[in-house]
T-cell receptor
Framework: AQKVTQAQTEISVVEKEDVTLDCVYETRDTTYYLFWYKQPPSGELVFLIRRNSFDEQNEISGRYSWNFQKSTSSFNFTITASQVVDSAVYFC??????????????FGTGTRLQVFP | KAGVTQTPRYLIKTRGQQVTLSCSPI?????VSWYQQTPGQGLQFLFE???????NKGNFPGRFSGRQFSNSRSEMNVSTLELGDSALYLCASSSGQGVFENEQFFGPGTRLTVL
């Protein structure tokens, strides 16, 4: 069965610190997508990144970077020089097999990040 | 382009009542998915509709149902409400080709409180 584990329930940092959010997934499929979403207090899930299982290149977008390692089934997310506006709950998610032709995502339990000024 | 809209944003009901939540997807999108988010269970998939047909279903009791209209708008219904149904209900829309082909966008959610 597919599963996403975010072992860090809550992380607190001081502004300008770097922080890494961990995500470990389980799947028997060879083709899948991994996602990260941000959920601010307003509740809406904001899409951050989608990564294909065949693309293990790390990605950087401004202060955000993602490290995908198939060997350890991990897809970790790092925020560099954190800011108060980064405070939110962050979710890692895994897609169903491609053959299912579905939008369904399997979410981890989320990591609450609090950035203090 | 307008985003995914959900109405109402907040709802208070009592046990035993029923409730209907609405989701309007992004214009042109044909797929709507629903998720329930609770502190204890996290984000759980309820069901997915594509072109007025239920394409996928999560592991929820029959009290939870949904439908999709020809304009792609979707509604979900919960009958005989229980305290444990208190949650944030999120709706997501996409073009319908599956996550391998396109991105899905989430709405702001409807926060249901059952007293």
């Amino acid at each position: 069965a597919q599963k996403v584990t975010q072992a860090q329930t809550e992380i607190s940092v001081v502004e300008k610190e770097d922080v890494t959010l961990d995500c470990v997934y389980e799947t028997r499929d060879t083709t899948y997508y991994l996602f990260w979403y941000k959920q601010p207090p307003s509740g809406e899930l904001v899409f951050l990144i989608r990564r294909n299982s065949f693309d293990e290149q790390n990605e950087i977008s401004g202060r955000y970077s993602w490290n995908f390692q198939k060997s350890t089934s991990s897809f970790n997310f790092t925020i560099t020089a954190s800011q108060v506006v980064d405070s939110a709950v962050y979710f890692c998610a895994l897609s169903e097999p491609r053959s299912y032709n579905t939008d369904k995502l399997i979410f981890g339990t989320g990591t609450r990040l609090q950035v203090f000024p | 382009k307008a985003g995914v809209t959900q109405t109402p944003r907040y709802l208070i009901k009592t046990r035993g009542q029923q409730v209907t939540l609405s989701c309007s997807p992004i214009s042109g999108h044909r797929s709507v998915s629903w998720y329930q988010q609770t502190p204890g269970q996290g984000l759980q998939f309820l069901f997915e509709y594509f072109s007025e047909t239920q394409r996928n279903k999560g592991n929820f009791p029959g009290r939870f149902s949904g439908r999709q209209f020809s304009n792609s708008r979707s509604e979900m219904n919960v009958s005989t409400l229980e305290l444990g149904d208190s949650a944030l209900y999120l709706c997501a829309s996409s073009s319908g080709q599956g996550v391998f082909e396109n991105e899905q966008f989430f709405g702001p959610g409807t926060r249901l409180t059952v007293l």
